[in-house]
């Protein structure tokens, strides 16, 4: 079954955020999906927010950009979630807007490399083992959480290259793509994962008056490959209702 989620964009405060997720618990969406950009509120502590302030919606965050944390930083923080709100919090990683990366110093030579070490990492951590590892980005010498989640959340990779989709393949359980993803560049994206079966396609949807990106085409987007379809809002938009109203129907449907 297909999952239909709204994206929360960056630009509300956190306090309307959280209003918000609220009201799309209430709509019946399936997920709240948050991302992360520089330099507005941070996407685990958001998360982490929303899942305490609603019943029942998962949260995903798509995406954290890993340049700006130590993983093991991440590791316990993602953990601490998942333990408190098992089964309701997917995360994704990506290598980070490069000039903001800049902005902080923290800008990787090799983006792709940073990522997959990372995800190397951060998967064995939340699976509970100790990890010692000396790569190009990564060093971790015995290093083991004490209070893993019993139920790690999926691990995804926010993804448009080619070289990042292959990455994503490999080390993630899911690719996320952005909202500009027509129906056929999911489709040639797909091909490029090889994922292997039961990796998750996420794809942000922008709504617009547009008829391509109408909720009632969503279909369009589903028979391409995706598995989770995010229904994104003009940073402009204020008729939230509307799309928590959307998003619900389309759950109902698909």
């Not at 630009?11 to 991302?35: K, T």
């Not at 060093?139 to 989709?165: C, F, I």
């Not at 589903?222 to 759950?251: K, N, Q, R």
Request: aromatic share 4%; proline share 7%; hydrophobic share 45%.
């Amino acid at each position: 079954m297909t999952r239909i989620g709204v994206v929360l964009r960056p630009e509300l405060a956190p306090e309307d955020l959280l209003e918000a997720a609220r009201a799309a618990d209430r709509a019946g969406v399936d997920e709240v999906w948050l991302w992360e950009d520089c330099f507005y509120s941070g996407g685990l502590s958001t998360a982490a927010l929303v899942l305490a302030s609603t019943e029942r919606v998962s949260v995903g965050i798509g995406v954290l950009p890993t340049p700006m944390r130590n993983v093991a930083a991440t590791a316990m923080e993602i953990a601490t979630v998942a333990r408190v709100h098992p089964g309701r919090l997917r995360v994704g990683l990506g290598h980070g807007v490069q000039s903001w990366m800049g902005q902080i110093g923290a800008r990787a030579q090799s983006p792709l490399t940073l990522l997959s070490e990372q995800m190397a990492a951060l998967t064995a951590l939340l699976a509970g083992e100790s990890v010692t590892v000396q790569g190009r980005y990564v060093s971790l010498d015995n290093v083991q959480l004490n209070w893993p989640p019993p139920q790690p959340p999926p691990l995804l990779v926010g993804a448009t290259g080619p070289k990042t989709l292959a990455l994503s393949g490999r080390t993630g359980v899911g690719t996320i793509l952005t909202s500009e993803t027509s129906p056929d560049q999911v489709r040639a994206a797909v091909e490029q994962i090889d994922g292997g079966p039961g990796h998750e396609i996420v794809v942000y949807v922008a709504m617009s008056s547009d008829s391509d990106a109408a909720p009632s085409n969503l279909q369009r987007w589903i028979d391409a490959g995706a598995t989770t379809v995010v229904l994104e809002p003009a940073a402009a938009e204020t008729d939230l209702a509307g799309l928590f109203t959307h998003a619900a129907s389309s759950t109902q449907r698909f």
